[in-house]
């Protein structure tokens, strides 16, 4: 995995205020979007036209020829996950980000030339001005800006931040543990249906020591935490991924419902019948190895994975 630098070492410029000749004020050209931490459909894809008429090298550190108006603005409510802006693009683009914070924030190839990344860690909550520059000239260029708590540009997996500050005690696993990415409030009838997670999964604590029907690593605190108002219909939690994943949940109750392989393919799903009200603390392990995987844990009355 290459080495990711967070916003303090990729920054090539933190200028606070606004700069004459970039319009933070003025509407995004291509779109203004809203998320909150722990979005679904990670990652957020706008496709772009990169370049502009301004050389924003005014700005130190920064590179390439960028528009007036932002090409996208992003109201961002942050959660637990650090949050990864980064232009995708054959020609050779550049990034620039007016943060909720007022300060410039650029980069050229950090996400693996030429494609350019900024990491926020931790996220600030708030509005992000971005543009996609031109490297060297003012032509432009076809490009996507990605807006991403888990992917870079070329759709490698970005985790090491996401377990660096979550304690890990012998104990094992912690049911009062704030959760890692998400605590989530539904009632019985909602919608949309099914309610999507995206998560990383896996962890150091082998889930057997939960019970001994477990399986797969899993992390010290919580994925997920539900607050589920149930209803007549049953609650149906599975997940979706690539990886040989694993559900470890505690239950209402107490109790814990572990699964392995009862969704589709080699992703586990977990069906209450008769679905209890109250907290559900939920885990999604990695089968086999203490590796992360990119995972969407789907919050379901209807449908299984």
Do not use: K
């Not at 459909?41 to 050389?55: A, E, I, M, Q, W």
């Amino acid at each position: 995995m290459r080495t990711v630098f967070t916003v303090s070492a990729v920054l090539a410029a933190a200028i606070a205020g606004p700069v004459a000749a970039q319009d933070i004020s003025a509407n995004a050209t291509y779109e203004t979007v809203t998320l909150r931490g722990g979005f679904a459909n990670d990652p957020y894809v706008v496709p772009v036209t990169s370049g502009g008429l301004t050389d924003i090298s005014y700005i130190d550190g920064c590179r390439g020829f960028i528009a007036t108006n932002p090409d996208v603005r992003l109201y961002f409510e942050a959660g637990s996950l650090p949050l990864i802006l980064s232009a995708t693009s054959d020609a050779d683009t550049t990034i620039v980000i007016n943060g909720p914070d007022g300060n410039w924030y650029c980069d050229d190839d950090s996400g693996g030339y030429p494609n350019p990344m900024v990491q926020f860690s931790p996220a600030m909550s708030g509005r992000y001005e971005i543009w996609v520059g031109t490297y060297g000239g003012t032509d432009n260029y076809p490009a996507t800006v990605n807006i991403s708590e888990l992917y870079g540009p070329s759709g490698d997996m970005y985790v090491d931040d996401i377990y660096m500050d979550v304690p890990i005690p012998s104990s094992g696993p912690d049911v009062n543990a704030d959760p890692i990415f998400e605590t989530v409030n539904l009632r019985a009838g909602y919608t949309p249906d099914p309610y999507i997670v995206s998560l990383a999964s896996g962890g150091t604590n082998d889930a057997s020591m939960v019970a001994s029907g477990c399986r797969g690593y899993i992390a010290t605190a919580p994925d997920v935490r539900l607050n589920y108002s149930a209803g007549s219909l049953p609650l149906i939690l599975s997940v979706n991924s690539n990886a040989d994943t694993t559900l470890v949940v505690n239950g209402p109750d107490g109790n814990w419902y572990c699964d392995d392989d009862g969704g589709n393919g080699l992703n586990p799903s977990l069906r209450f019948g008769s679905p209890m009200s109250g907290r559900y603390e939920i885990w999604v392990g990695t089968y086999g190895s203490t590796d992360n995987a990119a995972a969407d844990l789907h919050i379901s009355e209807l449908y299984s994975q």
